[in-house]
């Protein structure tokens, strides 16, 4: 994993603001595998997962 504390924090302001990747969602979906409570909870992984990609240099906590 990735991600960090920093791409988390990140997708939970854009959760709040409105903002849902619906792709993402859909993969978030099938990977709870029908358990409603773990759907955020995957898409948030997924998501910061995807941030944390995208940096050519990785964060790191000093």
Known sequence: MKANRFHIGK???EINSGFIDASLM???KTRSKGVDQTI???YI???AEKFASLEKIP???L
């Open 45 to 47: 992984i997924l998501r």
């Open 40 to 42: 955020k909870a995957f």
């Open 59 to 61: 964060k790191r906590n």
């Open 26 to 28: 859909e993969k978030a």
């Open 11 to 13: 997708v939970i302001e």
